[in-house]
């Protein structure tokens, strides 16, 4: 079955430290790939997007994401985290040219 | 360019009624997807138009649940005869192509009571 997987529910990191939240994904073809962020009662920003080309996608707010073929994955990441970059977060693929499948999300707590 | 809107942001309904959410994509916009999401939980994909044509409802209930987008206005999704199970945010997103990113609105917020 085509799936996204999130597989933390969770991830806590300092401010200015570095922050990884994981994706990893399960599809036939060549996958599109997106992250999204949501913060409290709004709906979802979209960050950045893989479809093609070179495997590091530079996205909003500093974030960026590498897509990872072999090991079928596409993490987000930032250099240093700020308190504002506390939400949830999505990881998202499209399949059948069309339907986006969302992961469960992860919630970043970042820490002053 | 004003973003997806949608309303009412927040609808109370009996069980039994009617619940009608709309949603106004982006200008330029013809494609409009519908999700669901229950609290601390991810999106789950209902239904997909197109302009007067529905593309794929597979994550629809069979009963109850419609959606539309016609010619002229805003999408609307219906859920006839609500029960408590309804309750949850119903968020729309919009996009230019069916391959490119998502615009999300703020979201119904439906409550049966």
């Known amino acids: 079955a085509q799936s996204v997987a999130q597989p933390e529910d969770q991830v806590n990191v300092a401010e200015g430290n570095p922050l990884t939240v994981k994706c990893t994904y399960s599809v036939s073809g060549n996958p599109y790939l997106f992250w999204y962020v949501q913060y409290p009662n709004r709906g979802l920003q979209f960050l950045l997007k893989y479809i093609t080309g070179d495997n590091l996608v530079k996205g909003s707010y500093g974030f960026e994401a590498e897509f990872n073929k072999s090991q079928t994955s596409f993490h987000l990441k930032k250099p240093s985290a700020l308190v504002s970059d506390s939400a949830l977060y999505f990881c998202?693929?499209?399949?059948?040219?069309?339907?986006?499948?969302f992961g469960a999300g992860t919630r970043l707590f970042v820490k002053a | 360019n004003a973003g997806v809107m949608q309303n009412p942001r927040h609808l109370v309904r009996r069980r039994g009624q009617e619940a009608r959410l709309r949603c106004s994509p982006m200008k330029g916009h013809s494609h409009v997807y519908w999700y669901r999401q229950l609290p601390e939980e991810g999106l789950k994909f209902m239904v997909y138009l197109q302009k007067e044509n529905i593309i794929d409802e597979s994550g629809m209930p069979k009963e109850r649940f419609s959606a539309e987008f016609p010619k002229e206005g805003p999408s609307i999704l219906r859920i006839q005869q609500v029960v408590r199970g309804d309750s949850a945010a119903y968020f729309c997103?919009?996009?230019?192509?069916?391959?490119?990113?998502?615009?999300f609105g703020p979201g119904t917020r439906l409550t049966v009571t």
């Open positions: 997103a919009s996009s230019e192509d069916r391959t490119y990113e998502q615009y």
């Open positions: 998202a693929v499209i399949i059948g040219g069309f339907k986006t499948i």
